[in-house]
């Protein structure tokens, strides 16, 4: 367990909450957010999901490994 909250505590300094991001695609959502749509991250949970309010106004969160995204300035 020690192994995974250290990799959750990775996570949470490479995407702070205020990191831009850019979603590429997301492909196990049934609702997904579209491709190339922008937004901010707001937080990361104790189990690694990243929290991003989309700019569509959305909120939806991401999953390292499944959903494909980057950084933006």
Known sequence: MLGKRNEIEVIKKAYPKGTRIRLISMS?????????TCGTVDAV???GTIHVKWDNGRTLGLCLGIDHFEKIS
């Open 28 to 36: 196990d959502d049934p609702r997904p957010i579209a491709p190339e």
């Open 45 to 47: 949970d104790d189990i």
